[in-house]
């Protein structure tokens, strides 16, 4: 099972790459992504299956699965072969009191495909998955960790402040430099998105204005 498992996150993770090589040179934020991954150690040997574990927004992974078929059907085959191993979390600091929304906590998860909830540790890198349900709200907040986003699913709106919120598409990248206060709202479509910490993955995103 775990040689069965290796195989599946390596795959998925060779996918992104495989996508991400194909994005414009000059698309900020894309190669330093390629850069830390080539750097991070997948090989068997720190390989670790995390214990499976689902969260209730899981339940709009077959949705968005394939919807992103769309975008990338090597990603997103590779997201549905692995996605009854994957060990989905939401950040401990985040309830729906400080997202000001009811309902937030039920449709929002986030993934580790390297990082230590993951299935390489990762050097001060992180690499995976995050949903967002429609209709929702990611307020203002801010991180150390340098941030590429690459939407499976879309469209969405993001803003960086003071900016006003922009149109993101299916299949766009969204790059936040380290510390950029940054927001981002779903419209009618649950959002599926790659998301990268590129270093400094130990420093929790900071909410703006949050108790
Ligand atoms: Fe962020």
């Not at 698309?27 to 720190?46: F, K």
């Not at 991180?143 to 993101?168: K, N, Q, S, V």
């Amino acid at each position: 099972m775990h040689d069965e498992t290796f195989h599946d996150a390596s795959a998925l993770i060779a996918a992104i790459m495989r996508e991400l090589v194909d994005f414009p040179d000059d698309t900020p934020g894309v190669m330093d992504v390629l850069v830390r991954i080539a750097e991070q150690d997948l090989s068997e040997d720190n390989f670790n299956a995390p214990e499976p574990c689902r969260k209730p927004a899981c339940r709009l992974l077959p949705q968005t699965v394939a919807s992103g078929l769309v975008v990338s059907p090597r990603v997103c085959g590779a997201i549905a072969a692995l996605e009854d191993r994957m060990h989905w979390f939401q950040a401990g600091h985040y309830s729906d009191e400080v997202m000001r929304q009811p309902g937030y906590m039920d449709s929002y998860a986030a993934m580790e495909i390297i990082g230590p909830r993951g299935f390489f540790t990762g050097d001060d890198f992180g690499l995976g998955l995050m949903i967002l349900g429609p209709g929702l709200h990611y307020p203002d907040h801010y991180h150390a960790a340098p941030e590429l986003y690459w939407l499976l699913t879309g469209p969405i709106e993001y803003r960086r402040a003071p900016g006003g919120f922009h149109i993101a598409g299916t299949a766009d990248t969204i790059w936040n430099e380290p510390n950029q206060v940054h927001a981002m709202k779903t419209g009618e479509v649950p959002m599926l998105c790659i998301w990268a910490w590129t270093r400094d993955v130990d420093q929790v995103p900071v909410l703006v204005g949050a108790a």
